[in-house]
């Protein structure tokens, strides 16, 4: 196997630094911030719009892509890469998580996860095995293993036990080892997921043991989901330094622009997130100067674009005037042009993080936009 990531430059400040990650459909740079197209789209957004967006890889979910079209359309259809358009880099989540969370008759055993189908309640099974083939029948260039995520807040509104995290963690590792077992085309790379909800001692755990299979990049799962940021902190930098160091790092469903800067500073490389196109979808714009909802009665009459500092299509050519008024109306256009507006803003600040790492200042960057996110205009 060769090494398909490589760093570029360590930083100056923390643990933040810039790479290139090689696949067979292209490279990419990291810190990077993949568009989430659960089905196979980033909704509203062709592959043509994300080219001249800027992306640079995508992310699909296996679950949903396995119960609509179901991966053997996928497969017959070239893959991915074929079926979509979206001929460049794509990383496929696993599953597990939308399925834990989704479906409400959900059994977990050690041999992976057994549920109803919300689409037509026949028995589904779910395991680290399976979860691979389906994987290599989207054929996507990154692959993610089947974990066993309980969220940090249960769905009774309590934290879940010691008992109950350090059970799923276990199982997480032993999920891991078996995905390494099962046979995967080379083009294809292995994230293995470190778990431990909201302890300590089983993050790091976890870090450990996962960290010491021979993945081609690890990922951290279950967080995001309202923990303190102080401590998600704490667990990045502390993972940084136990998983190999020449590997990439993913904060998976993260986050906000102030959760990456945080986490890049942490050692993460690869972000997903669905808020800047279902942000976008709701009229919610993130700025140069904070966030703001287009729909407000007080732009009615507004001239000004999204953001004055901007260079995107929408912000080139719309006034929020026009596009509240696309909002009231409900014309789709105004869901689309946002999310294109958003898209542009994460490429751009990925764009500005690397830059900076790379020039040595990205400790004045990070203080500067950690200030300036926490605005709402
Ligand atoms: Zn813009």
């Given at each position: 196997m060769t090494d398909r990531f490589s760093i570029i430059k360590n930083g100056n400040y923390q643990h933040e630094r810039t790479g290139i990650f090689a696949t067979f459909h292209g490279n990419f740079p990291t810190p990077t911030f993949m568009p989430v197209a659960t089905y196979g789209v980033v909704r509203g957004v062709s592959a043509h719009d994300l080219r001249k967006l800027g992306a640079k890889v995508v992310l699909a979910n296996t679950y949903h892509l396995h119960e609509r079209p179901g991966e053997n359309v996928v497969r017959k259809l070239g893959g991915l890469h074929?079926?979509?358009?979206?001929?460049?880099?794509?990383?496929?989540?696993?599953?597990?998580?939308?399925?834990?969370?989704?479906?409400?008759?959900?059994?977990?055993?050690?041999?992976?996860?057994?549920?109803?189908?919300?689409?037509?309640?026949k028995l589904r099974d779910l395991t680290p095995e399976n979860a691979i083939r389906i994987q290599g029948a989207l054929n996507s260039d990154i692959?993610?293993?089947?974990d066993h995520c309980v969220p940090v807040t249960d769905r009774g509104g309590g934290k879940p036990s010691y008992s109950q995290?350090?059970?799923?963690?276990?199982?997480?590792?032993?999920?891991?080892?078996?995905?390494?077992?099962e046979a995967r085309d080379s083009s294809q790379s292995l994230f293995g997921i470190i778990q431990g909800g909201e302890y300590p001692v089983l993050r790091r755990k976890s870090a450990n043991d996962i960290g010491s299979l021979d993945f081609e990049g690890y990922a951290h799962g279950g967080l995001g989901l309202g923990e303190d940021l102080l401590f998600r902190d704490d667990v990045l930098e502390e993972a940084s330094q136990i998983v190999?160091?020449?590997?990439?790092?993913?904060?998976?469903?993260?986050?906000?622009?102030?959760?990456?800067?945080?986490?890049v500073a942490r050692g993460i490389d690869f972000f997903d997130c669905v808020l800047p196109t279902r942000h976008g979808r709701h009229g919610v714009v993130f700025t140069s100067e904070g966030s703001l909802n287009l729909k407000a009665a007080r732009l009615a009459e507004s001239n000004e674009p999204p953001d004055l500092n901007c260079s995107c299509h929408t912000c080139q050519n719309f006034s929020r005037s026009y596009l509240r008024h696309l909002f009231r109306i409900k014309d789709q256009l105004a869901g689309r042009l946002a999310t294109f507006h958003n898209l542009h803003h994460y490429f751009h600040l990925m764009a500005e993080i690397r830059k900076t790492i790379s020039q040595g200042n990205f400790r004045e960057f990070s203080n500067a936009k950690l200030a300036l996110y926490e605005r709402v205009l």
């Amino acid at each position: 196997m060769t090494d398909r990531f490589s760093i570029i430059k360590n930083g100056n400040y923390q643990h933040e630094r810039t790479g290139i990650f090689a696949t067979f459909h292209g490279n990419f740079p990291t810190p990077t911030f993949m568009p989430v197209a659960t089905y196979g789209v980033v909704r509203g957004v062709s592959a043509h719009d994300l080219r001249k967006l800027g992306a640079k890889v995508v992310l699909a979910n296996t679950y949903h892509l396995h119960e609509r079209p179901g991966e053997n359309v996928v497969r017959k259809l070239g893959g991915l890469h074929g079926f979509t358009g979206w001929r460049g880099p794509w990383l496929t989540d696993s599953g597990g998580f939308q399925v834990t969370s989704l479906s409400s008759k959900v059994t977990i055993t050690d041999n992976g996860v057994s549920f109803r189908s919300p689409l037509d309640g026949k028995l589904r099974d779910l395991t680290p095995e399976n979860a691979i083939r389906i994987q290599g029948a989207l054929n996507s260039d990154i692959a993610m293993v089947l974990d066993h995520c309980v969220p940090v807040t249960d769905r009774g509104g309590g934290k879940p036990s010691y008992s109950q995290v350090k059970d799923a963690t276990k199982r997480t590792y032993h999920w891991a080892k078996r995905s390494l077992r099962e046979a995967r085309d080379s083009s294809q790379s292995l994230f293995g997921i470190i778990q431990g909800g909201e302890y300590p001692v089983l993050r790091r755990k976890s870090a450990n043991d996962i960290g010491s299979l021979d993945f081609e990049g690890y990922a951290h799962g279950g967080l995001g989901l309202g923990e303190d940021l102080l401590f998600r902190d704490d667990v990045l930098e502390e993972a940084s330094q136990i998983v190999p160091h020449d590997k990439p790092r993913y904060l998976m469903g993260l986050g906000r622009p102030s959760d990456i800067i945080r986490a890049v500073a942490r050692g993460i490389d690869f972000f997903d997130c669905v808020l800047p196109t279902r942000h976008g979808r709701h009229g919610v714009v993130f700025t140069s100067e904070g966030s703001l909802n287009l729909k407000a009665a007080r732009l009615a009459e507004s001239n000004e674009p999204p953001d004055l500092n901007c260079s995107c299509h929408t912000c080139q050519n719309f006034s929020r005037s026009y596009l509240r008024h696309l909002f009231r109306i409900k014309d789709q256009l105004a869901g689309r042009l946002a999310t294109f507006h958003n898209l542009h803003h994460y490429f751009h600040l990925m764009a500005e993080i690397r830059k900076t790492i790379s020039q040595g200042n990205f400790r004045e960057f990070s203080n500067a936009k950690l200030a300036l996110y926490e605005r709402v205009l």
